[in-house]
């Protein structure tokens, strides 16, 4: 089974309302990552948050990582419908495995306007 | 910067023939990742190399498919003979790893499709 996975599988909210996506993995993480990727693109990293972090924001964006509960959270604020896309948590693994990442099914996200 | 390059953009091909599949890293990376995504699937790593070393090829389905980084600059993936389950996106992505995990950048994909 997949070492990350997202949830919902699928969300659609209303342009201004905050996005929330989750994200379960099964085995210790080196880090963790969020991607974006829009129909027919490739994708596009959005943040890193290491193991021995719990928190980290960059602009719209907030992702919380719980190592105890093997989880993480992205949660994107004042949604734009540029902000619809597919999303992806991927995880880097130990010990050699820092530069393999492991990606979840996504979630994908609809802003209505 | 011109980013990840890839080529062709999109293939049709019959079952059976030969499919190459292109990758130009961003200069100065030095990780270079095949992926392949489908719906069924997901995206999966294929194989990544480090400094033109393969490193990891254990994603790689099966012989028929082989991977090349002749240079810092140029990497392949080749199909031989291509199945129509071999149609998917295929990704390539590259990174500037200094021994930790950092980001990486991906090209805009290869559609293959194979009939």
């Known amino acids: 089974s997949q070492q990350g996975e997202e949830d919902p599988q699928a969300l659609s909210i209303q342009e201004g309302e905050n996005a929330t996506m989750n994200c379960s993995y099964k085995?210790?993480?080196?880090?963790l990552q969020w991607y974006r990727q829009n129909s027919g693109r490739g994708l596009v990293h959005l943040i890193l948050?290491?193991?021995?972090?719990r928190e980290k924001h960059s602009g719209r964006l907030r992702v919380t990582l719980d190592t105890s509960k093997k989880s993480s959270s992205l949660l994107i604020t004042a949604s734009r419908a540029a902000d619809t896309a597919s999303y992806f948590c991927?995880?880097?693994?130990?010990?050699?495995?820092?530069?393999?990442?492991?990606f979840g099914q996504g979630t994908r996200l609809t802003i209505n306007p | 910067d011109a980013g990840v390059i890839q080529s062709p953009r999109h293939e049709v091909t019959e079952m059976g023939q030969e499919v190459t599949l292109r990758c130009k890293p961003i200069s100065g990376h030095n990780s270079l990742f095949w992926y392949r995504q489908t719906m069924m699937r997901g995206l999966e790593l294929l194989i990544y190399f480090n400094n033109n070393v393969p490193i990891d090829d254990s994603g790689m389905p099966e012989d028929r498919f082989s991977a090349k980084m002749p240079n810092a600059s140029f990497s392949t993936l080749k199909i031989q003979p291509s199945e129509p389950r071999d149609s998917a996106v295929y990704f390539c992505?590259?990174?500037?790893?200094?021994?930790?995990?950092?980001?990486?950048?991906f090209g805009p994909g290869t559609r293959l499709t194979v009939t």
């Open positions: 992505a590259s990174s500037l790893d200094r021994g930790r995990s950092y980001e990486q950048y």
């Open positions: 948050i290491r193991s021995n972090e």
């Open positions: 991927a995880t880097a693994l130990l010990p050699r495995g820092a530069q393999k990442l492991v």
């Open positions: 085995t210790s993480i080196n880090n």
